[in-house]
């Protein structure tokens, strides 16, 4: 059964009951199946998670940590409350004695879906026929386990928003070029913020399978995969000249997924991570706009009190797919794996893992 196979049949299986229970109903019965599989279970939370399911999540944070948080426990069942590529990365990283469960397999990342294999391989192909072997292949971690496992039989490595700066850094000590994939945004506010020009960053568009660049074919230095975050992507100049219109006293801090020019617009940039903690070491009193996916930012007003925060963007939607994990869905996993019947398990062949590992493990080395 394919991917699409198992998404189909998660979206018509679940079962009645759940979609007909009460909130209140819900979450005694999560609590209940917590607390009766205690340490046997860890339910990792994404940041962008909504309140109905973050509120039971043992741990919070970004894809990495978490999955990371994930290996260290005891637990045996893992319902991962983010989306498909993160589970795949929990997997990875687990041991055998392990499980991977995501309460609802439609739940997956545009970002991520933006680069497959084919596309991959088509443009390896192409690229190295046009500039030999001088390129050095590196991933954001939010793409898919076959993404990172090409990139780790390749020489390349992953990275995270908060650790791409360091790692690129390393990337340029072992091949004069980089592709990045699959997000054109952070690639390109991480090169420029190394002091790359950007008119020696080419774009790569796996749909017109075809390299756009404004210098020299050989003064290319980074290759940007055309992909987005459809979150981020969403925050424009406009924006950021409303708020100073409208909040002249505000700082402004965006994520590094947006477009180059509302980055260069605000006063500070940096990973979810660096944005929570930011906001929560800024004075009381302080004022912010912050540029990053709408669950988040109602959670930081909500922790920060003493602070003034809109987002940048208020018209902004969460991000569609993290919400597909819901209070009905995180019952039904947790309900069948203390039946005896777990579903929608994440299961990562060990080659595609092998590879991916090597990927992960070689930015962590760093």
């Not at 079962?15 to 009766?36: G, R, T």
């Not at 680069?115 to 050095?136: H, K, N, R, S």
Request: aromatic share 6%.
């Amino acid at each position: 059964m394919n991917l699409l196979e198992k998404m189909e049949s998660s979206i018509s299986s679940i079962p009645d009951k759940y979609k007909s229970m009460s909130e209140n109903e819900l979450k005694s019965l999560v609590q209940s199946i917590k607390n009766e599989l205690g340490d046997d279970l860890f339910i990792p939370g994404h940041h962008y998670q909504k309140d109905e399911v973050i509120q039971f999540a043992d741990a919070r944070g970004d894809s990495l940590q978490l999955a990371q948080l994930s290996s260290e426990t005891s637990a045996k069942y893992i319902v991962f409350c983010g989306v498909h590529f993160m589970a795949e990365t929990a997997d990875i990283l687990s041991t055998d004695e392990q499980s991977v469960y995501l309460p609802d397999l439609r739940a997956g990342c545009s970002m991520a879906d933006m680069a497959d294999m084919q596309q991959t391989e088509v443009a390896w192909d192409q690229l190295t026929e046009l500039l030999g072997d001088t390129i050095l292949p590196m991933t954001y971690v939010n793409s898919t386990a076959a993404i990172k496992s090409f990139v780790g039989q390749n020489g390349g490595t992953t990275v995270t928003s908060s650790n791409a700066k360091r790692v690129m850094e390393w990337a340029f000590t072992q091949k004069q070029r980089l592709l990045f994939l699959p997000d054109q945004h952070l690639g390109r506010n991480t090169a420029y913020e190394l002091g790359m020009p950007l008119d020696e960053m080419a774009v790569w568009d796996p749909i017109l399978e075809k390299l756009f660049y404004d210098c020299p074919l050989e003064d290319i230095k980074v290759i940007l995969w055309k992909g987005h975050c459809s979150v981020h992507e969403n925050f424009t100049e406009y924006n950021v000249h409303q708020a100073r219109e409208q909040h002249p006293d505000m700082r402004i801090i965006v994520h590094p997924e947006c477009r180059r020019e509302v980055v260069e617009l605000s006063d500070d940039s940096g990973s979810t991570k660096s944005i929570i903690d930011t906001i929560e070491q800024a004075p009381s009193g302080s004022k912010w706009a912050i540029g990053t996916e709408m669950n988040l930012v109602k959670r930081i007003i909500q922790e920060n009190p003493d602070k003034e925060i809109i987002s940048l963007n208020p018209h902004m939607c969460p991000c569609l797919t993290m919400n597909r994990i819901d209070l009905p869905h995180l019952a039904w996993s947790l309900d069948a794996i203390r039946n005896h019947q777990p579903i929608n398990e994440i299961i990562v062949d060990e080659d595609t893992a092998h590879w991916a590992r090597t990927a992960l493990n070689r930015m962590l080395s760093l």
